[in-house]
């Protein structure tokens, strides 16, 4: 049963702390990719990688980190600095250069309390 | 930066009646795709429209693509309860090959009506 995940659904954090949110895929996509979405808004790209230990920055980079040690994982770490990080988090992954689809893992909703 | 602007933010219509969704973007593109997003839940691609290409089907969904006006439409026939949804258009910017970053819009929220 191939796909993606994304854990956890939900998750809370207190103000100053950084958190690590999941996302491995089993399509054995090479570019994987992490979006913000706001209510009522659109995605905007945090950051995408095309290889495994490359990844480059997107549109929101600020405030976030992430790393690809293996194809199959491209975890997100909200850090302390992004400054309004209460949001929904999508991971995506493509199959290659050339095939455009991407496939969304189910979301993380996260709530900085 | 959000590329595509969706037109209506918002539209009700009855079950069985035709929806149309609208979409603009600003700037040069490889292609324009469609996807889906029930509520709380992550997206999902419904068809895809090269920038040589015009129109496309895909079951109930027509899209049609207009470079010159920088413009796409979605239009789901014979609608259905089950369509109900956020749609989203989303653009690769010509020269992009490789990278293929997605560019969203701000989305149509479709309510169909029993």
């Known amino acids: 049963d191939g796909g993606i995940t994304q854990s956890p659904k939900y998750l809370f954090r207190k103000e100053g702390q950084n958190v690590t949110l999941s996302c491995e895929q089993n399509l054995n996509h090479d570019a994987m990719y992490w979006y913000r979405q706001d209510p009522g808004q659109g995605l905007r790209l945090i950051y995408y990688s095309q290889i495994v230990n490359d990844f480059q920055k997107g549109d929101i980079a600020e405030g976030y980190s992430v790393s690809r040690e293996k194809k199959e994982s491209f975890p997100l770490t909200v850090t302390s600095a992004q400054k309004n990080p209460t949001a929904f988090y999508l991971c995506?992954?493509?199959?290659?250069?050339?095939?455009?689809?991407?496939?969304f893992g189910p979301g993380t909703r996260l709530t900085v309390l | 930066s959000q590329q595509g602007e969706e037109d209506p933010q918002a539209l009700s219509i009855q079950e069985g009646e035709n929806a149309t969704m609208n979409c603009s973007y600003k700037?040069?593109?490889?292609?324009l795709q469609w996807y889906r997003q029930n509520s709380g839940r992550g997206l999902v691609h419904l068809i895809l429209?090269?920038?040589?290409?015009r129109e496309k089907h895909s079951g109930r969904l027509r899209v049609t693509l207009d470079t010159s006006k920088k413009s796409s439409s979605l239009l789901i026939t014979a609608s259905r309860a089950a369509d109900t949804a956020s749609y989203f258009c989303?653009?690769?910017?010509?020269?992009?090959?490789?990278?293929?970053?997605?560019?969203f819009g701000t989305g149509t929220r479709l309510t169909i009506i029993p």
């Open positions: 429209i090269r920038s040589n290409e």
């Open positions: 700037t040069s593109i490889n292609n």
């Open positions: 995506a992954s493509r199959r290659a250069s050339g095939y455009n689809e991407q496939f």
């Open positions: 989303a653009t690769v910017a010509r020269g992009d090959f490789g990278n293929e970053k997605l560019t």
